[in-house]
């Protein structure tokens, strides 16, 4: 998938910007605070539903204004090319493809399909389970076209069963979800254990460039490797009962990082940190890739943050190998390690102001 063109209206700082955007490369340079990360998130939310800078959607909303507006045209593997638009305001979040009504976020993600390494990427590995189960969970979705039959049926048994156990509802009532919880947990392991399988070889090959050392991945399932989902629900329901949730299963899991042996988040330095998750980033877009799915877009946000210019220029080097469409935000357009990039459209940003260079 290509965003051709990006219009941002009331976003953040910015009131009114346009932009029309390179299939490849694409440089966005500014001061701090101008509005470069502000045009990455817009991208961003298009292709996820949700902000990778905030969580709270209200906040995006530029002030004095009552909802922010984005539209774009995309393009995808056929040659189509469709407009995309998102408006968010006091009523909700509205948002429309080709003039339909898109209510489901996994359906926008595949129409824009979108990565992005920020500064804050380092959470991904020193961070918890949560953020490296959206992680594996969006690269599983992408190439298995069950996974989100079974996620969706999961995550509804386990709503209802979890509710159920904080009403203390009897017993019969709350366990009669346990057949449907246990069937699509197990398919949800078993295709993340599979996807695992092909993306552990190409992140090692990222990471072995970029770090120059060994990394392993390992699925915790969430539940103990030596039972059944089912001996393990049965087993913890008392404890279940007592507590109001229920403990063990596939919304436990975690990506388990250990960098030359160790778990990562307690070996590495920061910036190391974010090595290594620019190298689960750039691995899981590989591995996609191989396994049939579209490229998504990358979105890289001020990577010269705490980077010194060795491992800078070995990221841009990763970066630029991948056939993806890039957008690059920068300081300082002129660092020699841009210079990794091809030519492109180039772009500068001054109080939400966006002006085209190249």
């Known amino acids: 998938m290509t965003l051709q063109s990006l219009v941002v209206e009331d976003f953040r700082c910015v009131e009114h910007a346009e932009l029309a955007l390179h ?132 995550q509804r048994a386990l709503r209802q069963r979890n509710a159920g156990l904080k009403a203390a509802q009897p017993e019969a009532l709350i366990r009669i979800w346990d057949k449907e919880l246990v069937e699509a947990g197990e398919e949800v392991t078993n295709l993340r254990e599979r996807y695992l399988g092909t993306l552990v070889g190409h992140v090692s090959a990222v990471a072995g460039r970029l770090l120059g050392s060994r990394i392993d991945l390992t699925l915790s399932r969430g539940w103990s490797a030596d039972r059944s989902l089912l001996d393990a629900t049965s087993a913890a329901w008392q404890r279940d009962r007592a507590r109001g949730l229920t403990h063990f299963g596939p919304h436990r899991a975690d990506l388990v990082v250990r960098f030359e042996g160790s778990l990562a988040k307690d070996r590495v330095s920061r910036g190391q940190q974010k090595l290594l998750a620019a190298a689960l980033l750039l691995g899981q877009l590989q591995c996609d890739a191989s396994l049939g799915s579209e490229l998504a877009g990358l979105l890289v946000d001020d990577p010269a943050a705490e980077l010194d210019e060795s491992h800078l220029k070995r990221l841009l080097a990763e970066v630029s190998a991948l056939p993806a469409q890039l957008v690059v935000t920068a300081l300082d357009p002129a660092n020699l390690a841009l210079r990794e990039l091809s030519d492109g459209h180039r772009f500068h940003v001054e109080h939400g102001s966006v002006t085209r260079l190249l």
């Open 23 to 154: 299939p490849r490369f694409n440089l966005i340079s500014g001061e701090n605070a101008s509005g470069k990360t502000t045009l990455l998130e817009a991208m961003f939310i298009l292709g996820r539903g949700r902000s990778f800078r905030s969580a709270q959607t209200e906040g995006l909303i530029r002030a004095s204004a009552n909802a922010f507006q984005l539209v774009a045209k995309v393009s995808g593997g056929d040659g189509r090319t469709r407009p995309l638009g998102m408006r968010f305001g006091r009523s909700g979040m509205e948002i429309r493809c080709a003039g339909r009504p898109i209510g489901a976020l996994s359906e926008l993600a595949t129409i824009l399909p979108v990565q992005a390494i920020d500064p804050e990427v380092h959470r991904l590995v020193e961070g918890g389970p949560q953020e490296r189960r959206r992680y594996l969970d969006w690269g599983v979705f992408h190439v298995e076209p069950t996974f989100i039959g079974y996620w969706r049926r999961y």
